[in-house]
């Protein structure tokens, strides 16, 4: 899967991540307040990040790793005007993702334009060994850059690489597994896109995207049918998404006109009977008791999404590491 692959919110626009308020790609023309190179900047946006955004999370990354000094140890054993390449490179076989987000967090680094050959496309499964991204630019800045571009390329593509297991395991079903609000603050748009990248599909960005009307809310409420008339009526034209423990419950919402009905630890076969109660009127999503070894059993119910908050939660990272090439393998390739 490629970066030009991945799903672009309903209206055209960036997707789940974006918070620039623009409605279609054509309104980032330009990406006037971005300092990302625009090429790079388009590149973000038709993966549904927002440039701007991950501007911000690589100056934050690079910033808490200097402290506003220097890098130390680079600044006393390398020359000021060394150049080098260096290959990022799995180091594992998994899923790639967040390759553009490492180049950006090259780019507010580099003090000079750095060239960047791409080896491949977030998205695709890369095997161990396997070279995904070759930077030739001032080898200061390289090494400055490293781990920041690598923490956040290591995190993203272990969650991309997570998702897809599981996106396997549903594979032929009409089941799409589906992430939560479990996020690493500040990192939620970033973590999405991961899951995309991975073939999972997004649950809502935010608190206001959408209404999910949980357990706490039904106690608050004095029952279940009684929050989700009352979110109805606040907000008319949000989805509204009620979680239920029981298969009463689950008459009660999808009577009410519930959009989708979160089934919370219900059994394969507790989910089977749901599904043929609901006979289409919502959707159904199958959440708690979920593992990769019984996710397929879940999948064949019916439901048409698993939600899995491990995803984003408890995913470990996919090993890459950058290696910079001897002068002499720079003159066998020139």
């Known amino acids: 899967m490629s970066t030009e692959d991945l799903p672009l919110a309903p209206n055209g626009g960036c997707g789940d991540g974006c918070a620039c308020g623009a409605d279609t790609d054509e309104d980032h023309d330009g990406y006037d307040e971005c300092g990302l190179d625009p090429a790079l900047a388009e590149l973000l946006a038709g993966a549904g990040l927002d440039p701007l955004e991950v501007e911000d999370v690589a100056n934050v990354a690079v910033q808490e790793d200097l402290a506003h000094g220097v890098d130390v140890t680079t600044v006393a054993t390398i020359p000021e005007e060394a150049v080098a390449t260096g290959d990022l490179t799995a180091r594992e076989a998994g899923v790639v993702a967040g390759l553009r987000v490492a180049e950006a967090v090259l780019s507010v680094v580099c003090t000079d334009e750095f060239e960047v050959e791409r080896h491949v496309e977030d998205g695709d499964r890369v095997e161990a060994g396997q070279k995904l991204l070759s930077v030739t630019t001032r ?148 959440s708690g008791r979920l593992t990769l070894d019984n996710a397929r059993a879940y999948a064949e ?34």
């Open 139 to 286: 080898t200061r800045d390289l090494l400055t850059a490293e781990r920041s571009a690598l923490n956040l390329l290591c995190r993203l593509s272990g969650i991309a690489t997570a998702t897809r297991a599981w996106a396997d395991a549903l594979d032929g079903t009409r089941a799409k597994v589906r992430d939560t609000r479990k996020t690493t603050p500040g990192l939620r748009s970033l973590e999405k896109f991961a899951v995309r990248a991975g073939g999972g599909v997004n649950h809502r960005m935010s608190l206001s995207d959408a209404a999910l009307v949980k357990d706490n809310h039904v106690v608050a409420a004095g029952g279940v049918a009684a929050a989700f008339a009352a979110v109805r009526e606040a907000f008319p034209d949000v989805p509204v998404e009620v979680e239920v423990d029981t298969l009463h419950q689950l008459r009660e919402v999808v009577d009410a006109g519930a959009d989708l009905i979160l089934l919370d630890n219900f059994t394969p076969g507790e989910c089977e009977e749901a599904v043929a109660i609901v006979d289409g009127r919502a959707l159904l999503e199958a």
């Open 301 to 334: 119910t019916g439901v048409d999404f698993l939600a899995v908050g491990a995803l984003t939660h408890s995913s470990p990272i996919l090993d890459i590491g950058l290696d910079l090439r001897a002068p002499e393998a720079e003159q066998a390739c020139s």
